[in-house]
């Protein structure tokens, strides 16, 4: 009996050290793959102005950190990749900052396109890029802030930073998650981004179907919550959204709002602006505003155009097209639509679809919005249409400029789908408030 306990022993003892060789080796590996691809990027940053951001800023992060002087006045800190993800996270910040004044604030970016626009942001006391995911920069970082909770918004997995929160006892939370089949969390060979998901105290997740895959996982502390953007969209309506500008351009014609557009998407929309008949008024805000580019869309342009640069005292309702060429402004030019057509589906990846629907007009998108839930949902109700071509464009436009009960209707889908999904925010708080 004692030969087979100590058989039992020494078998148990085998397996055991093989798979902490196993953690270990691909541990190791993604370390690694880490430490390469930071130097690939410093080499890459040599000649792409976005990755050279990127490198810079992270380099800055860095020496803030040996400069900001660790206290005991308590931290909270939310890490988003980019602008989109920002905008789902700051409805939970801004309800933190009013319900726990004496914490200070900490948010960091992964992406130079959401961190170079809200660097100088004023929900958070500290706002830096996240250094690259190694041991020793998620000790510093740690070390230096200290946070009593942590919050990732939707999809942010850095195993280095997760591993340490878990063995410092913090809370960590991730939001406004969504999770689909094709993630390596349910492939067969994804243990070790598997392992880190066991890190978190909680999951928020957007629809029943994450819930689902995290419960197959074993996964039990999830919440349906929903998108905490639905929030965020929801609070523009209470805002002074007036604009002299566009209330002078629009008078009293159709105007639709083109926001977020890419070059495939401004050929189309160029090609329909040049035959449009009179009474039609146009607003493009393209993605890109470097000044070859906004000169590109003026030349391909034969109407009336002028850009929010150079209008001045212009008599503006002189004018078919206004360039956008300046940022922070979309939102509120969404409130003069008529309907919008949000850019990204015929390119990169479509953006935000909310910041019109909230207004309760009609939104037309590209073809590619798979992932994109609420697009999704909304393209099967009916109150966002996806165009493939420029034939289709026209077909819609035609019944939205002419059909006026049916651009009504459309656009009420889309004001009622944002207010029954609203809440995702306080269901977060309610958590928060079981652990500050």
């Not at 740690?142 to 280095?160: A, V």
């Not at 340490?164 to 809370?171: A, F």
């Not at 039609?280 to 391909?300: E, M, S, V």
Request: glycine share 6%; net charge positive; proline share 4%.
């Amino acid at each position: 009996m004692a030969k087979l306990r100590n058989k039992h022993t020494i078998i148990c003892y085998c397996r055991k050290n093989v798979f902490l060789r196993k953690s270990i080796s691909v541990r190791g590996l993604y370390n690694l793959l880490v430490s390469i691809a930071w130097w690939i990027l410093q080499l890459i940053a040599i000649f792409s102005s976005k990755i050279r951001l990127f490198v810079k800023g992270r380099k800055a992060s860095k020496k803030l950190l040996a400069t900001i002087s660790t206290s005991d006045q308590p931290c909270i800190w939310m890490h988003v990749a980019s602008l989109g993800e920002y905008e789902q996270g700051l409805p939970i910040l801004e309800e933190i900052k009013h319900s726990y004044p004496a914490h200070k604030i900490v948010l960091t970016f992964f992406s130079p396109s959401g961190y170079e626009v809200k660097k100088d942001s004023k929900a958070a006391d500290h706002v830096l890029y996240l250094p690259m995911d190694t041991q020793s920069n998620t000790r510093q970082f740690l070390d230096t802030f200290n946070p009593s909770l942590t919050i990732f918004i939707k999809y942010e997995i850095w195993p280095n930073y997760l591993a340490q929160l878990k063995q410092r006892k913090i809370p960590t939370l991730l939001v406004s998650a969504i999770f689909s089949k094709r993630q390596i969390f349910f492939k067969p060979w994804g243990g070790f981004m598997r392992k880190s998901l066991l890190t978190f105290d909680h999951f928020f997740v957007q629809d029943q179907n994450s819930k689902v895959l995290l419960n197959t996982l074993g996964h039990q502390n999830v919440t349906i919550s929903g998108d905490t953007r639905f929030d965020r969209v929801y609070e523009i309506l209470k805002r002074d959204n007036q604009l002299e500008f566009m209330a002078r351009f629009k008078g009293g014609d159709f105007c639709l709002v083109a926001g977020s557009t890419w070059p495939e998407d401004e050929k189309i929309l160029a090609e329909y602006i040049n035959n449009a008949p009179k009474g039609q008024k146009f607003a493009l805000a393209p993605h890109t505003i470097k000044p070859t580019h906004i000169q590109r869309i003026k030349n391909g342009i034969s109407k009336k155009t002028v850009c929010f640069s150079e209008m001045g005292e212009t008599d503006l309702s002189q004018y078919d097209v206004l360039i956008i060429d300046t940022i922070g402004l979309l939102t509120k030019i969404y409130s003069y639509a008529d309907a919008a057509y949000v850019g990204g589906a015929f390119a990169t990846g479509l953006h935000n679809t909310l910041e019109p629907a909230v207004y309760g007009i009609p939104v037309l998108i590209g073809p590619n919005y798979d992932g994109f839930k609420e697009a999704e949902d909304l393209v099967a109700q009916k109150g966002i249409h996806s165009i493939s071509n420029l034939k289709e464009f026209n077909s819609r436009m035609a019944s939205l400029t002419t059909d006026h009960p049916f651009r009504t209707k459309t656009g009420m889908i889309n004001s009622n789908y944002i207010t029954k999904n609203v809440g995702a925010t306080n269901q977060v708080m309610d958590y928060v408030k079981t652990i500050l």
